[in-house]
């Protein structure tokens, strides 16, 4: 519900699309992502805090409103 709601304020403010990046080892994220219509686009690395280190990550983008 709470993808939901972001995904629909985001198609009010009329953005074009969101973009997310998940940790390569949060699959409940990369699974949230998924099911919210997200699609992989590639890989990438962030830092994180809580690791103090460099982490790999996965980048998703979905579409809204059915524009590119």
Do not use: C, W
């Not at 985001?10 to 699959?27: C, I, P, T």
């Amino acid at each position: 519900e709470a993808m939901e709601a972001i995904i629909a304020h985001a198609e009010g403010l009329g953005l074009k699309a969101l973009v997310a990046q998940a940790f390569q080892d949060n699959l409940a994220s990369i699974k949230v992502l998924t099911r919210s219509g997200f699609e992989y686009e590639g890989e990438g690395e962030l830092y994180s805090l809580a690791r103090a280190a460099t982490v790999p990550t996965f980048r998703y983008r979905r579409v809204l409103g059915g524009r590119e």
